[in-house]
């Protein structure tokens, strides 16, 4: 009596009958999976993508709502404003730079569309600018404090965030917002839809002078 042959090993197999290698999806690290799931009830469960900074956390929740434009447009918009704003000024590499040389970031802060010059950031920076200091400091708060540690939220926000999920019913830990961080953002708000929408129809942003 024969041997009986080798059992085939389960899993998909092609028409052919060959065994399909299936790589494991990788759901990232430990701590970016806990924070996904701790979003996971927002925006109809398709948070876990955009709450990497403090912006899409923002965002997820629901802070950015506001009547007049999508709050995912200003969520995108303070992303790229932080984004041109450290590739225009100097950053660690431009800062050890001694020599005659133009001193702002390199390549710290990607955003789409080439702005070698940083036309494109000094007019968006004259439009926040418009909005107010106010604005202005609250806007930049949310979009750069916080943009090279974007596991962390500014404190305001933190507590803001931290409401919205104890009344959705997720795990918070920490203080909750007061009447005040709300103020910082609407102030916030404001900055974000003057980095959106721009300046009134035919009126040009005075840029700020390069540095």
């Known amino acids: 009596m024969g041997r009986a042959g080798r059992p085939s090993k389960s899993g998909r197999r092609s028409k052919s009958g060959r065994r399909i290698s299936v790589t494991p999806f990788d759901h990232g690290a430990d701590h970016v999976q806990r924070l996904r799931d701790r979003f996971a009830r927002f925006q109809d469960g398709k948070a876990g993508q955009q709450v990497f900074d403090p912006l899409g956390r923002a965002w997820a929740v ?122 910082i953002l609407r102030a916030a708000l404001d900055g974000l839809l003057a980095l959106a929408e721009g300046a009134r129809p035919g009126i040009r942003p005075k840029l700020s002078p390069s540095p």
Do not use: H
Not at 132 to 159: M, V
């Open 62 to 183: 629901g802070l950015l709502e506001n009547d007049r434009l999508d709050p995912a447009v200003l969520r995108d918009a303070g992303r790229d404003y932080a984004a041109r704003y450290w590739g225009y000024y100097p950053c660690a590499g431009g800062v050890s730079n001694y020599l005659d040389e133009d001193r702002r970031g390199r390549g710290a802060g990607l955003a789409d569309g080439q702005d070698p010059g940083g036309e494109r950031f000094r007019m968006l920076d004259a439009r926040l600018k418009n909005a107010g200091r106010i604005a202005y400091d609250a806007a930049q708060s949310l979009c750069l404090d916080y943009y090279w540690f974007p596991d962390d939220n500014p404190a305001w926000l933190e507590r803001l965030i931290n409401a919205r999920l104890i009344a959705a019913g997720a795990a918070a830990e920490g203080q909750l917002g007061t009447a005040g961080d709300a103020a």
